[in-house]
């Protein structure tokens, strides 16, 4: 098992401090319905708002990006 280390993810618009959790994001890639796991995401526990980091979303765009077709 691999530990991977711990975020942060600041302060929310209504004062609440995100916390990190692991979800599940689904996705087409290719055509295909791919599930990752364990993928970081900031979570606020007053107003339930959810944001992830510069790097993961990167990450998400470049699975995207590189399934989509050559555009003509």
Known sequence: MTVLPERRYGRCPCSGI????????????????????????????QCGSRVYKAEILEALEGLQCASAPPSS
Do not use: H, I, K
């Open 18 to 45: 995100y916390s990190q959790r692991r979800v599940e994001v689904r996705m087409n890639v290719a055509g295909s319905q791919v599930v990752l796991t364990d993928v970081a995401q900031g979570e606020c526990p």
